[in-house]
């Protein structure tokens, strides 16, 4: 996968919140987003996702423009602010009936999913019973159920314990050597620069590349 | 989608479901009530027609005070309730996960749209079981020897049908002043149900469209606007005029008011507040957000 932005700004209620970003970013690497709280980081990783439309510029996804004729990037897996699902429902139910929009995985693929991320099928718990982990762990499996081709991972530390922590750091690298394109944003800088291929600084909207 | 939105749509809905089943049930004792004078059982049909009645045109020098119809008006009201909040949540509920599964926007939103026709077929089927249950309580079993009266007059219906579903024809004229009698099956189906179920559903889309772009309480608000307005003023691009009874052609004589006019208003309607949907929804900025309801 390949996805240009060429001079990408999105303005809301007369503030500039992205800036002329331009980048080429492709599969098989790790891009790490750095900034403080409101730099811009998430709203462009919106914008990758389809989710909201830009005042100036375009986003291509493998040479198809992003808002004409393609309205969300194919096989992707996004964790972006805090996962919401069902409360009264498990995990494994919450994640079948996002699964079966697109009717693409098996059950036993949500079950693998949920493996990886430390969580089983078998739990009977509802999902109002989670800690804050245990959703941040579900969020990521339902970024990862359907095998994606990219992966837009918003602050995922965010709740995990240093199990959860090695398992997302091992799962990122995985999904990189298969080729993936992951989009990751951290506050933990050591985090970043130890799982970026590249890493750009966010300021104000803007987009500098560091490494 | 469809199994997606079954779901989340009846768990985002079923305490406003459960109030509706009570507003419905209230509203069947109140025309039970209100057709027991009528000198015969009036069925399931007699208490339709006594709900959604209406009111006949309004002339301020004529009529006097203006007066909504407030069995009527309460019953659309529900119903606008029960569809309006769920389709704005969950574009913002979960950030937009079932948002991003779909291939385009636009499938987003006419999803949604099959759900409220969905929701507001099963408001209609629960009104006329329950309309039907209530006939069949109320003047079966509490009015068993009133009805054994009545047989013994020699009227001529089929015992249940008659009953229960479409009451006694001469009880309905002397109530309401509906020749029954003189309408098929099909144009009483076509102007009891289908022509109410029409406009509800258009407006269910309209509100629906609405609040994408507004709270979803002030979309029902301008919902609940635009059908007071239909009481108002007897014009046939006022749907609600199609809703009401008496506005109809066979009851009033406004020739403009009939099914073909309520498919063609509806359809026009429907259809373009479906394509501005569609515009809206292209357009539209995805940010995770509180429930609105």
Not at chain 2, 146 to 152: G, S
Request: charged share 20%.
């Amino acid at each position: 996968m390949k996805i240009t932005v060429t001079h990408v700004s999105k303005e809301i209620h007369g503030v500039k919140v992205l800036k002329c970003v331009t980048m080429t970013l492709e599969g098989g690497a790790v891009y790490g987003f750095l900034g403080r709280n409101g730099s811009g980081k998430t709203m462009m990783m919106r914008a990758i996702c389809g989710l909201i439309s830009l005042t100036e510029g375009r986003i291509e996804i493998d040479g198809r423009v992003l808002g004409k004729g393609l309205d969300f990037p194919g096989d992707m897996g996004m964790l972006l602010e805090t996962p919401v699902f069902l409360p009264e429902r498990t995990g494994y139910e919450n994640l079948r009936l996002l699964a079966a929009i697109r009717g693409k995985i098996t059950p036993e693929e949500i079950v693998s999913a949920l493996e990886q991320v430390g969580l089983s099928a078998e739990d009977r718990r509802k999902v109002r019973k989670y800690s804050l982990g245990m959703r941040q762990r579900l969020g990521i499996a339902c970024a990862i159920m359907e095998p994606p081709k990219l992966l837009v991972l918003d602050e995922p530390f965010n709740g995990l314990d240093e199990g959860g922590c090695r398992m997302l750091r091992e799962l990122i690298c995985r999904h990189r050597e298969e080729g993936c394109l992951i989009l990751l944003a951290c506050h933990d800088r050591e985090e970043l620069e130890s799982l970026s291929d590249h890493i750009y600084k966010v300021d104000g909207g803007v987009f500098t590349q560091v490494r | 989608m469809f199994r997606y939105d079954l779901y989340y749509g009846f768990r985002d809905c079923r305490l406003k479901w459960l109030g509706a089943l009570l507003v419905q049930i209230y509203f069947a004792n109140a025309a039970y009530r209100a057709c027991s004078m009528a000198g015969g059982p009036v069925g399931a049909l007699g208490y339709l027609t006594w709900l959604f009645q209406g009111k006949p045109e309004y002339f301020a020098a004529e009529t006097g005070r203006f007066e909504l119809p407030v069995p009527w008006l309460l019953l659309h009201a529900c119903l606008l309730f029960l569809v309006g909040f769920y389709p704005a949540n969950d574009l913002t509920r979960s950030g937009g996960q079932a948002f991003v599964r779909m291939r385009r926007r636009r499938d987003w939103l006419l999803g949604k749209a099959v759900w409220v026709v969905g929701t507001a077929a099963a408001y209609y089927v629960c009104l006329t079981i329950i309309l039907v249950l209530y006939a069949f309580l109320a003047e079966g079993l509490a009015g068993q020897a009133y009805l054994e009266e009545w047989q013994m007059q020699g009227a001529e219906w089929n015992v249940f049908w008659g009953k229960y579903i479409t009451g006694s024809p001469e009880a309905l004229k002397s109530l309401f002043g509906i020749p029954i009698a003189e309408m098929g099956g099909m144009a009483i189906f076509l102007s009891w149900w289908a022509e109410p179920f029409l406009v509800s559903v258009t407006l269910c889309l309209a509100e629906m469209v609405l609040s994408l772009v507004l709270e979803p309480a002030l979309a029902l608000f301008l919902a609940l606007g635009y059908l007071t307005a239909s009481v108002f003023w007897a014009e046939p691009a006022l749907l609600g005029n199609y809703a009401m009874l008496m506005r109809q052609d066979f009851w009033s004589g406004i020739e403009a008011v009939s099914f073909s006019g309520c498919v063609a208003g509806c359809g026009v309607f429907g259809a373009a507040v479906l394509m501005i949907g569609m515009k809206l929804i292209r357009k539209k900025d995805i940010f995770q957000t509180e429930e609105c309801a």
